[in-house]
């Protein structure tokens, strides 16, 4: 852990384009649960199924939504603590084996986040993916870079 880097402007321009890109589907997939009424409607059908008292729609509407709204706040908790992190170690502190180990752990984090949710039939669950699996690499790149050894 002695070994100290500076991430090289254009890993961190990198870096930072793929975690907007993530961020902007994230937002964009939000959005558009958010306003898409069949697809309310079909979760509140699959509530008045399972649920032994009557809820109003209205209710039900800002049940949906709040929902939605902290899924959204959870999956943006890892890019944005990323983005922070490696903005101000290129800005300020180094990149050393503890900052890569922490951020593969954490992105393989969020992307099982993602990969658990199973949903197949959306074109952003693909760009999620994708951009987990750049920012992975990206960052295992900066190993070899800094000289640490693979040992998994």
């Not at 699996?133 to 960052?139: E, K, M, S």
């Amino acid at each position: 852990m002695d070994e100290n880097y500076s991430a090289t402007r254009k890993k961190l321009y990198i870096l930072l384009i793929i975690i907007s890109i993530l961020i902007l589907v994230l937002s964009i997939e939000a959005l558009m649960e958010v306003k898409d009424r069949a697809l309310f409607l079909e979760w509140f059908d699959e509530v008045q199924s399972q649920e032994e008292a009557s809820i109003t729609e209205a209710e039900a509407f800002d049940t949906y939504v709040s929902g939605n709204i902290l899924l959204y706040m959870l999956n943006l908790v890892i890019p944005l603590g990323f983005a922070l992190h490696i903005f101000f170690a290129y800005q300020k502190a180094k990149i050393n084996s503890l900052f890569i180990y922490l951020w593969f752990i954490m992105l393989m984090g969020g992307m099982a986040f993602t990969l658990i949710s199973w949903n197949f039939q959306s074109l952003f669950y693909y760009i999620r993916m994708i951009a987990y699996l750049v920012l992975i690499a990206t960052t295992l790149s900066l190993s070899k870079e800094i000289g640490i050894s693979k040992k998994w």
